[in-house]
């Protein structure tokens, strides 16, 4: 009897063989998907005007999601619960496909893309003062800065749970009217007051 008690102990801590349909993102994806955004064909956004990375349709078959969508799921995510951040997207993009009856990944990305701003301003001292220099923002960072101002925004919002929040904050900036936007407007007016403190490398060619 002892016997197989510790037998049935054994069976229930011995590990259990990995699941091959895992939903979190692993090292070697990380890599992939860097390698994917390197080699990508570099498009013009119709909304920016400006050429951004585009992945082809067969270069999406090895990544595990999408960047976008996985850069939204990790900055949703608190206390390292992704599970939660994933479901809490799901059921945003569910209710965004209830309310407009359109693709929610495309309203996804047409929210992003119009509130990401193009360049951003950085403290550095010229002199005796501070100034704030203009700087260019990389794809990654863009998105990183419009999706900190939709989190912001849609912890104002009235909904009563978060999904709803985010699905009516992502709506509003399709519609144009969020405050996002005119917190992107604020910024490049920024941008534009200190651009004579830009410096740039100006080297004396060879006679």
Request: glycine fraction near 2%; charge should be positive; hydrophobic fraction near 40%.
């Amino acid at each position: 009897m002892l016997r197989s008690l510790v037998g049935r102990t054994l069976s229930l801590v011995r590990p259990t063989a990995p699941n091959p349909f895992r939903s979190y993102v692993t090292a070697r994806q990380i890599v992939i998907e860097k390698e994917a955004m390197r080699k990508a064909e570099m498009l013009v956004n119709v909304r920016t005007s400006i050429p951004e990375p585009t992945l082809a349709p067969h270069a999406l078959r090895y990544l595990r999601t999408d960047p976008l969508l996985s850069q939204l799921v990790n900055m949703v995510m608190r206390d390292g619960k992704k599970a939660r951040a994933e479901r809490l997207v799901q059921t945003a993009l569910l209710d965004i496909r209830r309310y407009t009856n359109t693709d929610p990944m495309r309203v996804l990305s047409d929210a992003i893309n119009l509130a990401c701003p193009l360049m951003d301003t950085k403290s550095a001292r010229q002199g005796s003062k501070v100034v704030q220099v203009p700087r260019a923002l990389n794809l990654r960072q863009r998105r990183r800065r419009a999706i900190v101002w939709i989190l912001d925004s849609a912890d104002r919002r009235n909904e009563r749970c978060f999904s709803m929040r985010l699905s009516g904050e992502l709506q509003a900036i399709v519609n144009g009217t969020s405050g996002v936007l005119e917190k992107k407007l604020l910024l490049h007016k920024a941008v534009l007051a200190n651009r004579s403190f830009i410096r740039t490398n100006t080297r004396k060619l060879r006679k």
